[in-house]
């Protein structure tokens, strides 16, 4: 049973300056939810109740989020604004937090490997916040890969097709397709340029993860841009056979760029914010 879901946040967001020059990107609003609410809503949907937070020097926000504001609470209680707190209550009452830090900035795969306190031996989650994944026609997509895992029982990546001028951006796999869409990952590259990209398939922001990675990041030479990758410890299990590419079914929008934190927002505002569910 997966139990714990990773949030590595401990990253500097300068896409996004100066709005996160003082406030952690992870709580920019997708119209009134910050992007980490989304995510941790992703996980208590997979039933992954005990959520563990990779921080940083200034993501304060983050733990004040996931904590009661008696203040305000008082102040809004019994009236029409108390349903805004709804989601956020929820979250609080049904989850554990529990939060380090990343010291210094070298790579997810470091990230990942500062909160091995916090996972202990079991298999996990990682969800990056940026990767907004949202299934309005059924499970979310943390949920299609637990399951995945019940029958699999090894590493699972979450993949979608990208442009091909865009592998530069993204983990990419390759690998024997065993239905059509899970693939026995035999490739994986970290941001290659399309000329030496084995396909067009590109990891985003949802791993499971077996215990036995902490283990091999610790071994893990940097890698692109001098940072400790996930892709490259990942590889390693790859090449026992021990991971699996998931073709989610459902929307990602990237809000670490301004196009896809924009169709986010459309999109939510849309589908959520204008039928009363967007808190
Ligand atoms: C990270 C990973 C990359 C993956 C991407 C998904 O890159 O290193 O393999 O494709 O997340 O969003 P980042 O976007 O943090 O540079």
Same mark, same amino acid.
């Given at each position: 049973?997966?139990?714990?879901?990773?949030?590595?946040?401990?990253?500097?967001?300068?896409?996004?300056?100066?709005?996160?020059?003082?406030?952690?990107?992870?709580?920019?609003?997708?119209?009134?939810?910050?992007?980490?609410? *989304?995510?941790?809503? #992703?996980?208590?949907?997979?039933?992954?109740?005990?959520?563990?937070?990779?921080?940083?020097?200034?993501?304060?926000?983050?733990?004040?989020?996931?904590?009661?504001?008696?203040?305000?609470?008082?102040?809004?209680?019994?009236?029409?604004?108390?349903?805004?707190?709804?989601?956020?209550?929820?979250?609080?009452?049904?989850?554990?937090?529990?939060?380090?830090?990343?010291?210094?900035?070298?790579?997810?795969?470091?990230?990942?490997?500062?909160?091995?306190?916090?996972?202990?031996?079991?298999?996990?989650?990682?969800?990056?916040?940026?990767?907004?994944?949202?299934?309005? #026609?059924?499970?979310?997509?943390?949920?299609?890969?637990?399951?995945?895992?019940?029958?699999?029982?090894?590493?699972?990546?979450?993949?979608?097709?990208?442009?091909?001028?865009?592998?530069?951006?993204?983990?990419?796999?390759?690998? #024997?397709?065993?239905?059509?869409?899970?693939?026995?990952?035999?490739?994986?590259?970290?941001?290659?340029?399309?000329?030496?990209?084995?396909?067009?398939?590109?990891?985003?922001?949802?791993?499971?993860?077996?215990?036995?990675?902490?283990?091999?990041?610790?071994?893990?030479?940097?890698?692109?841009?001098?940072?400790?990758?996930?892709?490259?410890?990942?590889?390693?299990?790859?090449?026992?056979?021990?991971?699996?590419?998931?073709?989610?079914?459902?929307?990602?929008?990237?809000?670490?760029? $301004?196009?896809? *934190?924009?169709?986010?927002?459309?999109?939510?505002?849309?589908?959520? *914010?204008? $039928?009363?569910?967007?808190?």
């Amino acid at each position: 049973m997966i139990k714990k879901c990773m949030f590595p946040a401990a990253g500097y967001g300068t896409r996004f300056l100066p709005a996160t020059k003082a406030m952690p990107k992870e709580m920019l609003p997708i119209v009134s939810k910050p992007l980490i609410q *989304y995510g941790v809503e #992703e996980a208590l949907e997979a039933g992954l109740k005990q959520i563990a937070m990779i921080t940083g020097r200034g993501k304060r926000a983050l733990e004040d989020h996931f904590d009661i504001s008696y203040e305000l609470e008082q102040q809004i209680q019994d009236t029409d604004k108390e349903r805004y707190l709804t989601g956020i209550r929820r979250l609080i009452d049904e989850c554990t937090f529990s939060y380090t830090r990343q010291v210094q900035m070298k790579g997810l795969g470091h990230a990942i490997l500062s909160g091995q306190s916090l996972i202990g031996d079991e298999p996990f989650a990682v969800v990056l916040a940026d990767d907004l994944c949202i299934n309005t #026609e059924g499970e979310g997509v943390l949920a299609q890969m637990v399951r995945l895992y019940n029958q699999f029982r090894c590493s699972i990546v979450a993949i979608q097709e990208v442009p091909p001028e865009e592998t530069h951006k993204y983990g990419i796999v390759a690998g #024997e397709m065993l239905r059509d869409d899970i693939m026995r990952v035999s490739t994986m590259v970290e941001k290659p340029k399309p000329a030496d990209a084995p396909s067009n398939m590109a990891i985003i922001g949802r791993y499971i993860l077996t215990p036995d990675i902490f283990e091999i990041i610790q071994a893990t030479e940097p890698g692109k841009g001098g940072e400790i990758q996930i892709t490259d410890a990942l590889m390693q299990q790859a090449r026992n056979g021990l991971v699996l590419a998931y073709k989610f079914k459902g929307q990602r929008f990237d809000c670490g760029s $301004a196009e896809g *934190y924009m169709a986010a927002t459309n999109f939510c505002y849309e589908h959520f *914010y204008k $039928a009363g569910k967007g808190y």
